[in-house]
């Protein structure tokens, strides 16, 4: 494996401006969850995308400080649930550290995917995934997941997208 070297940086950018720009970045709104012997654990996540469809790869990004961390990893399945428009309170229930993992379940349906990772009900679309491989890139740990079955609605809904700091709602295809 060829390793790229890249010259020193001019210039050390500030979290912050980071951050700002990324706020411009829109994300889908996801709930990663997984189950096993450590219990059902879960958090919200924007940090989600494809990788490659052979196989059916996506990369998640799990900040090592989240509660689910060890669990998911532990774990080896997780389920990527992508929310619906409607779904804001329960990304908000996801996110919050003050609410238990109970808590944070209960405010929705929930059944058991192929992998035996919680996948929700009425998500927009659910990925429900094994672990392939995880690389640590600076606080995250780069989660590259095969995809082994996809839970695609009746209907189209709108998604949740993370955009400007704030929910928005993106109107559904014809």
Not at 15 to 29: I, Q, T
Not at 109 to 117: K, V
Not at 134 to 154: I, N, Q, S, W, Y
Not at 160 to 167: H, K
């Amino acid at each position: 494996m060829n390793e790229i070297v890249l010259p020193p940086s001019p210039t050390v950018l500030a979290p912050e401006r980071f951050r700002d720009g990324m706020a411009l970045l829109a994300g889908a709104v996801t709930i990663v969850t997984t189950d096993g012997p450590r219990g059902r654990h879960g958090f919200t996540a924007s940090a989600v995308c494809s990788v490659s469809d052979a196989p059916p790869t996506l990369l998640v990004c799990i900040n090592r400080a989240t509660g689910a961390h060890p669990h998911i990893l532990d774990h080896g399945v997780l389920a990527v649930n992508v929310l619906n428009g409607a779904q804001h309170g329960l990304s908000s229930g996801f996110g919050s550290r003050s609410k238990t993992m109970e808590d944070r379940f209960a405010g929705a349906n929930w059944r058991q995917g192929a992998t035996g990772a919680p996948v929700l009900e009425d998500a927009l679309v659910t990925f429900d995934c094994t672990i392939d491989h995880t690389v640590e890139a600076g606080t995250h740990t780069v989660v590259f997941a095969r995809v082994v079955d996809v839970h695609l609605p009746d209907d189209a809904a709108d998604g949740l997208v993370w955009f400007g700091r704030r929910y928005n709602s993106v109107p559904a295809g014809d």
